[in-house]
């Protein structure tokens, strides 16, 4: 288990239309590290302005972020931004810009953006049980396990509404962090699957070339979230990488 010191400085952001419980595995290990749920999300109220709300809700004391997929975008903005209250960041599955652009080929069609708008304006269960399995594709779960996740990781009593997903799938339009990648020096370390649908593993790799300090980890057979699905092998990475940060920064 990670010292209670590291953990008492880490911040955990879940990604698009999701909520704090999908770090349920996470949760038991590390009790004492802040969960946040985004705007709109879990019993968080809505907000237009989703940096805002983090830097009302963070830490003014320097934290670790931990982002997965969105989640990772906004550490990412939030570090740029805010750079003397970050003193790590750990992103997983996540992407310096979410969909692709005539100048970047590491991302998902814009016509995906379209479907998901369209989905969720008709059937936003379906649409949201789709990306479910889309985020698991490659892990080559037998359905039990597959049902064992998502019962676990999946917050049914408080689910976002249409507004607050479409606020998200906007975040994910048009977020452009590519510029930003160079100005963010602290110590990153990434992890992707890399049979991720969702967000291509080109997205990390080309990330770790641009970041100043980046370790990228690869998760074979693997899709959007290798710290519900290879949770093991997560914590014993994410452990080394926060008990080398420790040592040679003050937190």
Not at 13 to 39: C, D, F, K, M
Not at 191 to 207: I, R, T
Request: net charge negative; proline share 7%; with cysteine.
């Amino acid at each position: 288990m990670i010292p209670s010191s590291w953990a008492k400085q880490s911040v955990w952001i879940h990604g698009w239309g999701q909520s704090e419980r999908v770090w349920y595995q996470q949760r038991a290990l590390y009790p004492e590290a802040t969960w946040v749920n985004l705007p709109g999300h879990g019993t968080t109220p809505c907000c237009e302005d989703w940096l805002a709300y983090l830097d009302q809700s963070l830490p003014h004391t320097p934290s670790i972020l931990v982002g997965w997929s969105l989640g990772g975008m906004l550490a990412m903005a939030f570090a740029h931004r805010y750079p003397h209250r970050v003193a790590g960041l750990v992103l997983i599955g996540s992407t310096a810009k979410f969909f692709q652009h005539p100048d970047w080929h590491f991302g998902a069609p814009l016509s995906v953006y379209r479907a998901f708008e369209s989905g969720l304006a008709s059937a936003p269960e379906k649409t949201l049980n789709y990306f479910l399995k889309l985020m698991f594709h490659g892990d080559g779960l037998a359905r039990k396990d597959f049902n064992l996740l998502v019962h676990g990781a999946i917050d049914r009593h408080h689910p976002p509404s249409h507004a607050t997903l479409m606020q998200g799938l906007d975040l994910l339009r048009d977020l452009d962090l590519r510029q930003p990648l160079a100005k963010i020096t602290q110590p990153c370390l990434l992890m992707h699957g890399v049979d991720d649908a969702v967000v291509p593993l080109a997205a990390s790799e080309y990330m770790a070339q641009q970041l100043a300090d980046a370790t990228l980890h690869r998760f074979e057979a693997c899709g959007h979230a290798p710290f519900l699905t290879q949770p093991q092998r997560f914590e014993v990475l994410l452990e080394g990488w926060c008990q080398n940060l420790i040592q040679n920064i003050s937190i």
